[in-house]
């Protein structure tokens, strides 16, 4: 069986069966029923049901929307980035695979910082013409990109800039921002996300 499927892409099943138990066991803890949480992060009751029994197709939007509602992050859900003493390493072939679509195009979250997310570290590979639409970060947020092969185009309210190999970006992604790969090769880059005010 594959992955699930999202309206641009999947989320893997392994990411998925893991943050569906993680949201269960949190909600639980918090005394929140299915229908709180679920009016909480803006989402039907059904689809929180089948996040928690893995059996979601939702975006990675809604799952953050859902961490959020539960006063978290996504991260945090995540077994291979709980930190384990002073110093963490996630092993290669360990970094956990978030998204992906039927083109090739992928998400894996490398490592990210213990106790709310201050900052993770991400490395995508989005085929040409793949595309990503981002959720609104907390205000003051910011993500920083460094481009290892191929563009990246990234828009966010009236900009649209393509990065290009060996260059750079920062964005504020306190607002809809979008990544896509409009060139005729494979970008391949690594993201920082900086979140604001993080918990």
Do not use: K
């Amino acid at each position: 069986m594959g992955a699930e499927r999202t309206d641009e892409g999947a989320l893997s099943e392994g990411f998925l069966a893991q943050v569906g138990a993680r949201v269960r066991s949190a909600r639980t803890e918090q005394g929140l029923t299915v229908q709180q949480l679920a009016d909480r992060a803006e989402i039907s009751r059904r689809l929180l049901t089948q996040v928690e029994h893995g059996q979601a197709n939702p975006s990675l939007v809604s799952i953050t929307r859902v961490a959020r509602a539960l006063g978290t992050e996504l991260t945090e859900l995540l077994d291979p980035l709980r930190p384990s003493g002073a110093i963490s390493v996630v092993e290669a072939g360990a970094e956990v695979l978030v998204w992906s679509d039927e083109g090739g195009s992928s998400a894996h979250l490398l490592v990210a910082t213990s106790h709310g997310r201050a900052a993770d570290l991400w490395r995508w590979r989005l085929e040409p013409g793949a595309g990503y639409q981002g959720l609104a970060d907390p205000a003051g947020s910011q993500e920083l990109f460094h481009v290892l092969e191929g563009e990246l185009t990234l828009a966010a309210d009236d900009d649209r800039v393509v990065v290009t190999a060996g260059s750079s970006a920062r964005l504020l992604s306190d607002r809809a921002y979008r990544y896509a790969n409009s060139g005729t090769t494979a970008c391949v880059f690594v993201r920082t996300v900086a979140l604001s005010g993080a918990r």
